[in-house]
Nanobody
Framework: QVQLVESGGGSVQAGGSLRLSCVASGITSTTYTMAWFRQSPGKVREGVASIAINSIALADQIVYAASVQVRLTISEDNASHTLTLKMNNLQPEDTAMYYC????????????????????WGQGTQVTVSA
C-alpha cells in the first residue's frame, strides 16, 4: 500500500516562494504517475502538476495546469521516491491545501490531472499567501 506524506507548506507574502515535498513509501511499480493537487475553501480539488515516472513517452512526462505552468516546477527523485513542487511568485489565489497523489502505471496527458486515476493521497499541506 502506497503512503504519501507532504511537507513544506506555510505562509508567505505575494511574490514569495515555497517548496513542497512528498515522500512516498510502499511503491513497488517501476512505472507510475504522481501529481500535486490543490483545493481552496468552497472550490473543487484541481490538479496543478503531474509527472510520469519511467514512462517511455518522455515527450509528455510532465504536465502542468495552464494557470500555473510558468510558476511551478515538479520533479521526482526516483531513488528516494520524493516528489517536489517548487512554487515561485505565489499569489493570494494560490492559497489552498496542497495534496500529493499517486497512480500505478502511465496515463495520457488529458487524464494526468484528473482525480479519478489516483489511488493514493497524502493528508495535505497548507499554503497561505497574503497580499
Amino acid at each position: 500500500q502506497v503512503q504519501l506524506v507532504e511537507s513544506g507548506g506555510g505562509s508567505v507574502q505575494a511574490g514569495g516562494s515555497l517548496r513542497l515535498s512528498c515522500v512516498a513509501s510502499g511503491i513497488t511499480s517501476t512505472t507510475y504517475t504522481m501529481a500535486w493537487f490543490r483545493q481552496s475553501p468552497g472550490k473543487v480539488r484541481e490538479g496543478v502538476a503531474s509527472i510520469a515516472i519511467n514512462s517511455i513517452a518522455l515527450a509528455d512526462q510532465i504536465v502542468y495546469a495552464a494557470s500555473v505552468q510558468v510558476r511551478l516546477t515538479i520533479s521526482e527523485d526516483n531513488a528516494s521516491h520524493t516528489l517536489t513542487l517548487k512554487m515561485n511568485n505565489l499569489q493570494p489565489e494560490d492559497t489552498a491545501m496542497y495534496y500529493c497523489a499517486y497512480a500505478t502505471g502511465y496515463y495520457r496527458t488529458p487524464s494526468r490531472l484528473a482525480e479519478h486515476i489516483y489511488t493514493a493521497w497524502g493528508q495535505g499541506t497548507q499554503v497561505t499567501v497574503s497580499a
